[in-house]
């Protein structure tokens, strides 16, 4: 398991790294692009552009379904549940609660607050495909912290197996988002 946990860490940092020196290629900072391009940014601009064996965007087809079906998925999944009942929904992930709930229903809801707008402009992209990328990278830079977080957690014990579980399912999400990534 903690192979398992210390490669996709790696992985997620990998990417985030690789999202920002890609970021710097495109020209936000030209003065900054030969300095702060790493080597490995490049390999990844080459896998965007087709390189041999690679699945990123093989359903670009289907990105905007993609993102109404991931939208409507957080919302009911996450969002609205821990925005209106979290003390709740904690219980059904098997958290335990503690006497005083105020900190966790204000953590709650405002986790739940900010998974509601993403995923309401997820909606608003879906429609916009010139804004999609953006969002896409944005969508498996969030997943990859949400993996990176539920890996901590399971190491450290400190989280129900309910959240450990959870793992198999982010790592899923950034999969399934990077097949899906526009075209």
């Not at 970021?23 to 702060?36: D, F, I, M, P």
């Not at 790493?38 to 080459?46: A, D, F, I, L």
């Not at 390189?51 to 087809?61: R, T």
Request: proline share 4%; aromatic share 14%.
């Amino acid at each position: 398991m903690a192979g398992f946990c210390e490669k996709g860490s790696r992985f997620c940092l990998r990417y985030l790294s690789e999202l920002c020196g890609r970021q710097c290629q495109q020209g936000l900072e030209t003065r900054y692009r030969a300095s702060t391009v790493p080597e490995e940014s490049r390999t990844w601009k080459r896998i965007e552009q087709g390189g041999a064996g690679n699945m990123v965007g093989i359903w670009s087809s289907y990105s905007s379904h993609y993102l109404c079906v991931l939208g409507i998925g957080i919302l009911g999944g996450f969002a609205l549940p821990m925005l209106v009942v979290p003390i709740t929904f904690g219980r059904v992930l098997r958290w335990q609660i503690p006497d005083h709930t105020h900190l966790a229903i204000y953590f709650g809801r405002c986790l739940g607050g900010i998974a509601a707008v993403i995923a309401a402009f997820g909606f608003k992209v879906a429609g916009s495909p010139s804004l999609q990328p953006f969002f896409f990278q944005l969508a498996i830079a969030i997943f990859c912290m949400l993996t990176a977080i539920h890996i901590y957690g399971g190491i450290r014990k400190i989280q129900p197996i309910t959240e450990t579980i959870e793992i198999i399912f982010w790592f899923g999400l950034i999969v399934l988002t990077i097949c899906f990534y526009p075209g």
